[in-house]
């Protein structure tokens, strides 16, 4: 099992041409922050994803912010070569009024246009270019001047802590808040940590059984829809995909059998 699990991760080794480092953050709103650089151009799996993120781009001497919403499903996409990214990645219920989450969702990007080689326009605003060390402070500025916002019953329902909402309202929120409902969000959660469980070397009857899917037929197609590869595929490790960090115990917890909302 041990040689077999060091045999996939060489072959991922050999086959990622994006290169990925992400840290924790202490800020509230913040999940992660993350940065890549591209080797060369080649195609990749944006794999389905919950957040809200804001993304800096710099490519052939040009500097871009990009707001991204959730992705529901796993996408094939275009790289280029020789390019660098820092994103911070908000915690599931940030959002910006402006920009919904929803209004973002599947690829539905906005570049915002820029003030100066090391600013960017916001919300009638000039903000400068977050790095991949201050984005902390970024953020703070962007919550003190109202552009950030977040949804405190999303993370009650997340969290399963009872509220005075109806059941209905709570839906509604959740929806609004993050751009999908309760019930794509655990299934995309549960995709990507069945993924994580597969990268590390455990059987794919294990995830079946640890994560809650029915049965390997159903596994094989949430991983098909969300990651956009088969969990042989997956072990196997020869095609890269985006950004796939381990998930929380927290965020484990959610993706286990118990439903408290419905789509």
Excluded at 18 to 27: G, K, L, P, T, V
């Amino acid at each position: 099992m041990i040689a077999r699990t060091r045999l996939n991760e060489a072959a991922r080794n050999k086959t990622e041409f994006i290169h990925f480092e992400d840290r924790a953050s202490d800020h509230p709103f913040v999940e992660k922050v993350w940065r890549c650089r591209s080797d060369r151009a080649d195609t990749f799996l944006s794999v389905a994803a919950n957040n809200f993120e804001m993304a800096l781009t710099r490519l052939a001497g040009k500097t871009v912010v990009t707001l991204r919403g959730p992705e529901t499903m796993a996408t094939t996409m275009d790289c280029p070569a020789e390019g660098e990214w820092i994103a911070i990645r908000f915690k599931v219920g940030t959002f910006m009024s402006r920009f919904l989450p929803g209004t973002l969702r599947d690829h539905r990007d906005v570049t915002l246009p820029p003030a100066t080689g090391h600013s960017f326009w916001l919300n009638c605003s000039v903000f400068e270019y977050p790095d991949f060390d201050n984005a902390e402070t970024f953020v703070e500025r962007l919550v003190k001047s109202g552009v950030l916002a977040h949804d405190p019953i999303v993370e009650d329902t997340l969290q399963r802590r009872p509220g005075k909402l109806s059941l209905r309202s709570v839906q509604r929120h959740f929806l609004q808040s993050t751009g999908v409902t309760y019930a794509r969000f655990r299934q995309i959660e549960r995709a990507r940590y069945a993924t994580n469980l597969l990268r590390e070397g455990v059987s794919i009857l294990d995830v079946v059984h640890r994560v809650g899917y029915f049965d390997q037929a159903h596994l094989t197609r949430s991983l098909g829809r969300f990651i956009g590869e088969t969990p042989n595929k997956i072990i196997q490790g020869h095609n890269q995909l985006s950004f796939l960090y381990k998930t929380s115990s927290a965020a484990e917890a959610i993706v286990l059998p118990e439903v408290t909302l419905s789509e």
